[in-house]
């Protein structure tokens, strides 16, 4: 199976420039520490434990795209540390469909929570360090998919949920010029069919599924509604303390928002069997651009 790449070029240039105020030392290491996790969102997948003993208990992070790699990733993560029943927050643009299909059943297996967020350390004004999650971040394409395998599942109102098609990304820089076969189609249609297996699995509806694959890939990628979160079963809790029970730092003041959002990509169909070493900072194969106001860099299946 292939994956995509973020092309150098398009990854996120701006550089958020902020007037340290006294009282606002917290909110100015939160939008630090957010522009930083958007350029992580376009690597390849990334796991990491947060720890906040005593007064709270961990939780970890997975942040960026789906490779072929990542479920190899994931079990080495999950080799060194006991994550039966943790939380895993997500800050991810989607990426395989195959591989994040397969992931999303370790992590039920697991019975993980899954929320949506950025996870980042706060410094309070006595100078003393603490984990948070900021609500304001994304979870797109496959990442819906993986959000839904929690066992308890939160989404919280800054976060962005969103969703579209597959699509054959090779193709995905000019879709409606692009000439398809019929083997094309066939892979697309597998792969519809195994993630509404998927999906069926989860607990998910059927409306996350026609949500999803009515969007094409030449339109913005639609954020789900709080109804539509709800119809399509992601959420199973309005309480974030189901999912995170966490110290707050009441000195620390987290952003309003994060900056802006510069790439979105897309899901893609492929050969599960069709993968490709990852780079240090981007995954290999051939991408396709996409040259929307969403924007975005995805893979193709071969043949």
Request: with cysteine; charged share 20%.
């Amino acid at each position: 199976m292939r994956s995509f790449r973020s092309n150098g070029s398009a990854l996120l240039r701006a550089i958020a420039v902020c007037i340290a105020l006294p009282g606002f030392a917290g909110a100015f290491s939160a939008t630090v520490a957010s522009a930083a996790v958007l350029e992580e969102r376009k690597l390849p997948m990334r796991f990491t434990w947060v720890a906040c003993e005593p007064n709270c208990r961990g939780w970890f992070t997975a942040v960026g795209i789906v490779t072929g790699d990542t479920p190899k990733d994931f079990d080495e993560f999950a080799s060194s540390h006991d994550l039966g029943g943790a939380t895993v927050v997500l800050d991810s643009s989607g990426g395989s469909v195959n591989d994040a299909i397969a992931i999303g059943r370790r992590w039920r297996k697991l019975g993980l929570r899954t929320t949506v967020g950025s996870s980042i350390e706060l410094q309070s004004s006595s100078g003393v360090m603490k984990p948070a999650v900021l609500p304001q971040a994304y979870c797109e394409s496959m990442c819906v998919f993986l959000l839904l395998s929690g066992k308890t599942r939160y989404v919280p109102d800054e976060a962005h949920v969103r969703v579209h098609q597959i699509w054959m990304g090779d193709r995905a820089d000019d879709p409606k010029a692009a000439n398809y076969t019929a083997q094309d189609l066939m892979i697309v249609q597998r792969d519809v069919g195994r993630l509404a297996k998927y999906t069926v699995e989860m607990g998910g509806s059927g409306d996350l599924l026609s949500l999803s694959l009515s969007v094409p890939p030449w339109e913005d990628l639609h954020r789900l509604t709080t109804d539509e979160l709800k119809l399509s079963n992601l959420v199973t809790t309005y309480q974030v303390d189901d999912v995170l029970p966490q110290e707050r730092a009441p000195e620390a003041t987290p952003v309003a928002s994060l900056a802006p959002k510069m790439i979105q990509d897309r899901f893609i169909s492929g050969e599960e069997h069709q993968k490709q070493p990852v780079a240090s900072t981007v995954s290999t194969t051939k991408t396709a651009e996409i040259q929307t106001p969403t924007g975005g860099a995805v893979t193709a299946p071969s043949r």
